[in-house]
Structure formats: structure tokens, C-alpha cells
């Protein structure tokens, strides 16, 4: 048995691909743990997942707009690396599986001596070549957190995306880099030509600014459509705020698993870590 410790943050779709991860590896045997934001408590009950908050991380939620400045530093939180490394030697821990978007967290694994494992939840083509050279990324490099030298050492990089759709995966990746796919629950075949026409939207569970006014956009745009219309607004947008069309089911959250198996085509902000495969 080797004992597993997630170090994740409140985002959106980062969370879904290490749960997932972290549910195989329990179910093998495994001991894993989360270490993320307060935030994050509520899904990792719903996961059954071991969670501890971060005591020294700057207060961050994802259910307020926060600007680039802010993000800027959430990244690049040094209460976050000194909140991993306690928490790494408060347990006995193999390996650190760490959201590489922390990069504070990621040097402080990458000093310490400790065995960890980036996981990229989005293109790693992005990361490399486009993320860590906005702002995030600079200051990285001021501080001396040498984001790439993490990278590039990590004795596992896995990246939760098919490489067919990732620029990266057509270029000569880094030697521990491995795309491992889509973490998801592969729904029973049917056809989807015999199912009603079934249409769900759904955004970011992430307060991106404009969100209300991207939906109700949609919500017009659909309101004439000869389908069923499902629309989940998640823990961001009211109700309240949205002129909501007669005939459309509006849920403020629907587990996708429940409903995508129906649906024959979805309206997204394109988020992937919730998304799911199902031929839609």
C-alpha cells in the first residue's frame, strides 16, 4: 500500500479529474488525502475523500469574481507550500499528486525531496507554453520558484486530456509527461439518433465575469428550440438574475452523470473537468 496526498485548490475542473484518480487508487488498496481551500470541503465529503483545509493559504473562494492580480498570487501562495509540507510530515506520505497551477506548492514539493506527480487538468501544450508565460508564470520566476525545473523533474507528469487534442501531444513531449485521458465514467452505448431532442446547458462552476449574462444569452437563444432544455446554473449564477423563458428546466445543480446519457447536444463554457464523453 503506498499513501497518496492531493494537494488541490478551489477552482472547478481541477477537482473532478483528482477525485476521480484518487477514488482508483483507494479502491486498490491505496491511502489518499486531499489538502486544498476550504472550499473544496463540500466536494470532498460528497467523495468520501480524508480533507484537511489549508491553515496558512490566503482566504480564496471561487464563488466570488477574482481578478488576475488576485489569481496571481493564490498561484503563487507561500502559505500553500508551507501548508504541504506540514502536511506532508504530519502523515506518512509516498507521493504528492499536485494541481500544477500552485506553483509555490510545486517548488516546495520539488526542494523537498518529496516523490511528486503534476497533474494537468487542462492541455499541457497550454500550460508550457501559454499559462506559465502570463503573469502567473513571471512571477513564478521572480520568486524563485522555477515552475519548469518542477516540471521537467517530476518523475511522473499526468495529463488528463487525449493527446490527439492537445498541441503537445503532436510535438516531442517532455520524457515524463503521459496523457492519461479523460478521467470519467464511460456511460452504457445507446443511440442517440432514437433519443428526443434534449439539449443541456451548463457553465463554470468557477465565477468568471459575465457568466449571468453569457446564460441568459443562451437561455434566449434556446427558448424557441422544438427540444427539451436543461440548464444547471450552478453555485454562481441565481436564479434571480436570469429572465428565465416558459418550458425550460432550470436545476441550480443536476449530477451530469444523471443527465448526459440523454442529452443530444450540450451548451458549455468548455470547462474539462466535469465534462463528460458521451458522444453528444
Known amino acids: 500500500m503506498s499513501r497518496f496526498l492531493f494537494l488541490t485548490w478551489d477552482g472547478g475542473g481541477n477537482v473532478p479529474p483528482a477525485v476521480g484518480i484518487a477514488a482508483e487508487l483507494h479502491g486498490r488498496g491505496h491511502a489518499v488525502r486531499f489538502l486544498g481551500h476550504e472550499g473544496n470541503r463540500p466536494a470532498m465529503a460528497a467523495a468520501t475523500m480524508p480533507f484537511r483545509s489549508f491553515d496558512h493559504a490566503l482566504p480564496f473562494t471561487s464563488r466570488v469574481v477574482n481578478g488576475p492580480e ?19 510530515n504530519r502523515e506518512p506520505t509516498d507521493v504528492v499528486v499536485i494541481d500544477p497551477l500552485m506553483l509555490a506548492a510545486l517548488a516546495a514539493a520539488h526542494g523537498s525531496g518529496l516523490t511528486y506527480v503534476p497533474l ?6 497550454y500550460l508550457r507554453d501559454s499559462w506559465l508565460r502570463a503573469p502567473f508564470g513571471h512571477v513564478a520566476e521572480q ?9 521537467d523533474d517530476a518523475p511522473l507528469t499526468l495529463v488528463a486530456s487525449l493527446a490527439a487534442l492537445d498541441p503537445a501531444g503532436r510535438a516531442d513531449l517532455p520524457g515524463n509527461a503521459v ?3 479523460p478521467v470519467l465514467a464511460c456511460p ?3 443511440d442517440l439518433g432514437a433519443l428526443p431532442p434534449t439539449l443541456l446547458i451548463s457553465l463554470s462552476t468557477y ?13 434566449d437563444a434556446a427558448a424557441e428550440l422544438p427540444a427539451r432544455v436543461v440548464v444547471t446554473t450552478g453555485p454562481v449564477i441565481k436564479r434571480a438574475d436570469l429572465r428565465l423563458p416558459d418550458g425550460i428546466e432550470v436545476h441550480d445543480y443536476l449530477d451530469h452523470d444523471t443527465v448526459m446519457p440523454h442529452a443530444t447536444a450540450v451548451l458549455t463554457h468548455g470547462g474539462m473537468g466535469y465534462a463528460r464523453e458521451y458522444d453528444v
Not at 465565477?207 to 437561455?219: D, I, K, R, S, V
Open 70 to 88: 488576485r489569481m496571481v498570487e493564490v498561484f503563487n501562495d507561500a502559505g500553500v507550500a508551507g501548508d504541504l509540507l506540514i502536511e506532508a
Open 120 to 125: 494537468v487538468h487542462f492541455f499541457y501544450s
Open 207 to 219: 465565477n468568471f465575469p459575465g457568466q449571468t449574462e453569457a446564460m441568459q444569452t443562451l437561455l
Open 179 to 181: 496523457h492519461c485521458g
Open 143 to 151: 520568486r524563485g520558484y522555477a515552475p519548469y525545473d518542477a516540471l
Open 188 to 190: 452504457a452505448p445507446r
